[in-house]
């Protein structure tokens, strides 16, 4: 069984920075790509950023790219978000997740295995 426990979250003015971390157990962090997704209030929960097992593959939601930089510790088995520029439209619930997958890693229904989830908060 993997567990994911996401960190970091808070509030923050717009045009500030945020940096979430997701901490993975177990053993087999290397096989899983991983992704961070965020629900708003009122919306679908939405892809934001993934990044492949080997890092050579990290797609991006629009709506973040130049913004969000995604990355991965396979020896520490943590998986990070860093977010600048942030809006209040970034205002959500992050999710990290892992995925068996090796190629629709922006898609939620590739993923196994999903944290609770930290709360992010954009003042303007």
């Known amino acids: 069984q993997v567990q994911l426990v996401e960190s970091g979250g808070g509030l923050v003015q717009a045009g500030g920075s945020l940096r979430l971390s997701c901490a993975v157990s177990g053993r087999t962090f290397r096989s899983y790509a991983m992704g961070w997704f965020r629900q708003a209030p009122g919306k679908e929960r939405e892809f934001v950023a993934a990044?492949?097992?080997?890092?050579?593959?990290?797609p991006y939601a629009d709506s973040v790219k130049g913004r969000f930089t995604i990355s991965r510790d396979n020896a520490k088995n943590t998986v990070s978000l860093q977010m600048n520029s942030l809006k209040p439209e970034d205002t959500a619930v992050y999710y990290c997740?892992?995925?068996?997958?090796?190629?629709?890693?922006?898609?939620?229904?590739?993923?196994?295995?999903w944290g609770q989830g930290t709360q992010v908060t954009v003042s303007s």
């Open positions: 997740a892992a995925s068996t997958s090796y190629d629709t890693i922006w898609l939620q229904s590739a993923y196994d295995y």
């Open positions: 990044i492949s097992r080997s890092r050579a593959y990290t």
